[in-house]
């Protein structure tokens, strides 16, 4: 049940002259897969234009057999598009490439004349049969993992402190609806911001809080018509957040909302966030991963299974961690009470367990190495103590969720497999085995399940 990543090969790295290259490259290559689209109906005309670096705009223009046009602007950064979910579709006689977003979050801003109409997770380029969008969907792909490299690269901080600083740049007014906007700190004491914020004539509103009090999975950029606005939340969604009014104390809230500019801004500001409380909480900057806040290195996964000296003993048994670097320290999973849940469905029944928060604050990148280990009691076997699921995401109810039964009407009832995970163990000497999976871990939402217990990650 293993805990090795070789999910893909997209090291984060410096931007340079060859990745310049390469994504000019990538990006001719969709502008060669964007052809003209005639139907017996209207004909639909496709063009991409860079705007800078990987943001780009793909203008299509649809003109019907009476000459009437209609023309939409999407404009994206191709480092924000899912590789994993690219899919050809059918969609009323028409062959399209569904090109999502990353976490399904609005970050295509649609424009029409010019102006934003509204922000969408995903858009459609029509193609004119398989092939294309074969070549089309390559193209895509290429492009978005190396402007992926490139964006990444970005975020190299040595101290929380130059972070906030980046961060309170970002954070400006920048509309007539908000006149003041600003983030601050205290250089004695990093962890405590504030936020203060004035809406047009209205009130000053200021919040104050403490990063460690934010929950960093689920920090998020959301929109809403046409306005963008990065989402800080508490955890467990508890009354942290120091609320003041016209400089009186008024309240106690569960979040705080910070208003974007623009699609990059709101990016920006909350890969920053997300550093900022992971650094907050004891990750090490010259490890960080961006947007992730979790600290992952390489280990060597070989010298360990082939001598286990590199391996610390865990400090209790019956739970998993994760190992970091040569010198095998070890990390704990995001660990929480083993939640479940039976619920009515129109079949019947079903029985889950669930974790609140749509993404686990213990990643994993790609280009990582990482061997998880159990640490067990005398001879037992640890395939009955340890199981490895995963999760499916549950947007309405903000959370992560594992169907572990279901039963009919007629009280037949089946264990669910379907994400149940194969995995095996490898013995490192002295109770501890190393977890082992049967296939790389796609991208997605897991978790180990003991009895009592659920320890949960995120593979990006």
């Given amino acids: 049940m293993a805990l090795r990543f070789f999910i893909s090969t997209m090291l984060i790295v410096s931007m340079n002259s060859c990745f310049s290259q390469s994504l000019d490259s990538q990006i001719a290559s969709i502008k060669d897969n964007l052809k003209q689209i005639r139907t017996i109906k209207y004909t639909i005309d496709q063009n991409l234009h860079i705007r ?131 983030l601050s700190f205290a250089s004695d004491k990093l962890e405590k911001l504030s936020l203060t914020v004035q809406e047009g004539q209205g009130a000053t509103m200021k919040y104050e809080f403490f990063l460690k009090d934010l929950n960093r999975a689920d920090v998020d950029l959301e929109a809403h018509g046409t306005d963008l606005t990065v989402v800080l939340p508490t955890n467990g969604r508890e009354k942290l957040i120091k ?56 280990f060597s996964f070989l010298e360990s299974m082939n001598s286990g000296k590199n391996v610390a003993k865990p400090s209790f048994t019956d739970q998993p961690y994760w190992c970091t670097t040569s010198n095998g320290s070890l990390n704990e999973f995001e660990k929480s009470a083993l939640n479940t849940q039976a619920r009515v469905t129109i079949s019947g029944g079903q029985g889950l367990y669930y974790l609140n928060g749509l993404r686990s604050i213990k990643r994993f990148n790609g280009s990582s190495q990482v061997l998880a280990v159990i640490w067990t009691k005398g001879e037992e076997d640890p395939s009955n103590i340890l199981s490895l699921y995963q999760f499916t995401i549950n947007d309405r109810k903000d959370r992560r969720e594992y169907i572990s039964t279901k039963a009919n009407w007629f009280g037949t009832s089946a264990e669910s497999e379907d994400r149940n995970l194969s995995v095996s163990f490898k013995p490192l000497g002295n109770g501890v085995f190393a977890i082992v999976t049967s296939s790389p871990l796609p991208a997605g939402e897991y978790f180990f399940a003991t009895e009592k217990f659920m320890y949960a990650f995120g593979v990006d």
């Avoid at 920053?272 to 600290?295: D, F, H, M, R, Y």
């Fill in 243 to 298: 609320v003041y009014q016209d400089g009186l104390a008024k309240t106690f809230d569960n979040k705080v909302v910070i208003r974007a500019k623009n699609v990059e801004n709101g990016k920006h500001i909350l890969k920053l966030v997300e550093l900022a409380i992971g650094a907050a909480n004891g990750a090490s900057l010259s490890t960080l991963s961006a947007g992730t806040g979790v600290a992952i290195t390489k």
């Fill in 52 to 182: 800078s670096g990987s943001i780009v705009d793909i203008e299509q223009t649809t003109t019907d057999t009476k000459s009437r046009r209609s023309s939409v602007t999407y404009r994206l950064n191709l480092a924000d598009i899912d590789p994993f979910k690219l899919e050809q579709v059918l969609e009323r006689d028409m062959m399209k490439v569904l090109v999502p977003m990353e976490h399904n979050r609005r970050l295509v801003t649609e424009l029409e004349e010019g102006e934003v109409s509204r922000y969408v997770p995903k858009l459609k380029m029509d193609v004119t049969d398989s092939e294309q969008a074969s070549l089309l969907i390559e193209a895509l792909k290429n492009a978005s993992n190396t402007a992926k490299e490139i964006d990444n690269s970005r975020y190299t901080y040595t101290s929380l402190e130059e972070i906030l600083l980046e961060l309170s740049k970002s954070v400006t007014g920048f509309s007539p609806d908000v006149t003041k906007q600003n």
